[in-house]
Structure formats: structure tokens, C-alpha cells
């Protein structure tokens, strides 16, 4: 009988035990009310959400460091103007540039009138499609070589690179959409043009480059200026055939002849980096063919009888 009643008093124990045991551990009602699962879900959503922010951040690190090494036109950088210049007023911190051209390792950025407070501003004023405002660049044209633009980003001062897909950054167009009006009229080199252009762009093609190079040099020996300006630019950087500045020079020549103007502005930054070329004497020539040329600032004077 005594042997009974220890045994009943064990499992009274042990039921007692496990009734215990729940009111006295995490699983406790009290702990799982409604505002208490809030906060926990809270807690999780915020952690979530600055893992997202921070992978987000490291992610457009890394893709202004590889599209500032491999610079295209229409790139967005972003500036902090206040590393740059020291005669700014308290709101004027923030400023857009865009890349309008690449020559060789020279890089030309156009600089936005607006100066903006917040880093925030800089992308609303994208998403709002500011950029296609018809005064919204400066004017002026800032040939900048690929070292100076990486001091720049070491420096702050460009803190982070954007570049469009399909001319849409930010749910807007960086550029005005442009309909191509078809037209019967033949123009000689300028299908050869074209097609080189979109050789260029076929990488599932194993030779593309090598044709786009054969299509550019029909194009630009029928004497078509964009098509010339493209010969050039594929000896400036090496592309297919061996680098040659002199060829590239020709060829940018032949169509700043013809008034073209990347042809002149091409011209015009590689003369600045070879020896032997005399910008003085390329703006002369362009004079006495008739060129209509308009030069802001030059460190010489041209022929006097020509210019009047």
C-alpha cells in the first residue's frame, strides 16, 4: 500500500510538473499576445530592411566602380559640389553631370544648372524627366581623361555612378525619344554606317567587330561624316586593328571638314595629346574650307583676313 501511494504521489508530481511548465517558460500565453507578435514581426521587418538597404549600397558601389572604369554616353554622375568648389551658397550641395562623349581615355561630361540640397533631389529630379529640360546642362564641355575621373570618385566628389537602360533611369527618359522618320532619300556610306554601328552591338557575333571595322571604312571612304568619325574612333581606341592616332586624326579631320561637329571636337582632344599636331593650324584649315566653327577660349590667333 505504501509502495501505491509513493507511486501516486511521483505521477502526481510529474502531472503537476507538466502543468507547470508551460506558464513558467517562453511558450507562456502572456507572451505571445497580439502587441507582442507585432513588435516581433516589426523587429524582423526592420532587420530585413537593413540588410536590404545595406546590400543595395554595396551594390551601387561596385557598379560606379565598373562604369567608371568602362565610361559609356549618358552615364549619370553624381556629384558633391562642395569637394569640388569652395564658392557655394548653404543650399547648393548636390549636382548631376552626364557623359555626352568618349575620346580615346578622355571622357566629356556636361554639368546641370541645378544645385540641389539633398542626395534625394538628384534622383527626383531624374524620375520627374528634368534632364530632358532644354536648358537643364550647361553649355560647356568638360574634357576630363579617365585618372582625373577616378581622383574625382576617390575624392567624394563623384559618389556614385547610374547608367541608363534603354535611355530610362529612375521610371524616365535620360534623353528625349527620338522617332528615326524614314525617307527615300540616298545618302552614300550612310546604311554602311548603320551597319557597322549595329555590328558593333551583335557580341553573339564572332567576327562583329571585325565587320563593323570593314562597314565604317565603306562609310567613310563614300565620305560620310558620322561614318568617318566612327573609322576614327576604332584607331583611337584599338579596336579590330592596331592603334593608330594618325589615322584617327585623318579621319575626324575629314569630317570636321564637312562641319561635323564630333568630327572637330574628336580632333581637337586627340591633337591636345599627340606632339606633332598643331591645333592652331587645324582650326585655320577649317576657316579656309568654310567651316563655320565657333571657339571659346584658344592660346593663339588665327589668320586675321580669314576670320573677317
Known amino acids: 500500500m505504501d509502495r501505491v501511494k509513493k507511486r501516486n504521489g511521483v505521477d502526481n508530481t510529474v502531472k503537476a510538473a507538466i502543468r507547470l511548465r508551460p506558464d513558467n517558460g517562453w511558450f507562456n500565453s502572456q507572451y505571445f499576445t497580439v502587441a507582442n507578435v507585432l513588435k516581433i514581426v516589426v523587429f524582423i521587418t526592420l532587420c530585413f530592411f537593413i540588410y536590404q538597404k545595406s546590400t543595395q549600397s554595396q551594390q551601387e558601389k561596385d557598379d560606379s566602380l565598373l562604369y567608371l572604369a568602362s565610361p559609356k554616353v549618358d552615364d549619370i554622375y553624381f556629384l558633391d559640389f562642395r569637394i569640388l568648389s569652395d564658392n557655394l551658397r548653404p543650399n547648393e550641395k548636390y549636382r548631376i553631370a552626364k557623359v555626352v562623349d568618349i575620346t580615346g581615355d578622355v571622357v566629356t561630361l556636361l554639368y546641370g544648372n541645378i544645385f540641389y540640397l539633398r542626395q534625394q533631389s538628384l534622383k527626383d529630379s531624374i524620375r520627374y524627366g528634368q534632364l530632358r529640360y532644354k536648358d537643364y546642362f550647361e553649355s560647356k564641355r568638360y574634357d576630363l581623361s579617365l585618372m582625373q575621373i577616378k581622383t574625382m570618385h576617390d575624392s567624394g566628389a563623384i559618389y556614385m555612378v547610374k547608367r541608363p537602360d ?105 591633337c591636345r595629346q599627340v606632339s606633332y599636331c598643331q591645333e592652331g593650324d587645324f582650326y585655320q584649315e577649317l576657316l579656309d574650307a568654310g567651316v563655320n566653327i565657333k571657339v571659346r577660349e584658344i592660346d593663339f590667333t588665327l589668320s586675321a583676313n580669314e576670320i573677317g
Open 166 to 270: 534603354k535611355n530610362m533611369l529612375f521610371g524616365n527618359y535620360v534623353n528625349d525619344p527620338k522617332t528615326e522618320l524614314s525617307t527615300n532619300l540616298y545618302i552614300p556610306g550612310k546604311r554602311e554606317n548603320l551597319a557597322g554601328l549595329s555590328l558593333l552591338k551583335s557580341d553573339y557575333l564572332e567576327n562583329n567587330v571585325e565587320q563593323a571595322f570593314e562597314r565604317f571604312s565603306s562609310s567613310a571612304q563614300l565620305g560620310f561624316a558620322p561614318g568617318q568619325v566612327n573609322l576614327g574612333q576604332m584607331y583611337l581606341n584599338g579596336n579590330y586593328i592596331d592603334k593608330d592616332l594618325t589615322q584617327a586624326l585623318y579621319w575626324f579631320k575629314q569630317a570636321a571638314l564637312q562641319s561635323d561637329k564630333a568630327g572637330v571636337l574628336k580632333y581637337v582632344i586627340v
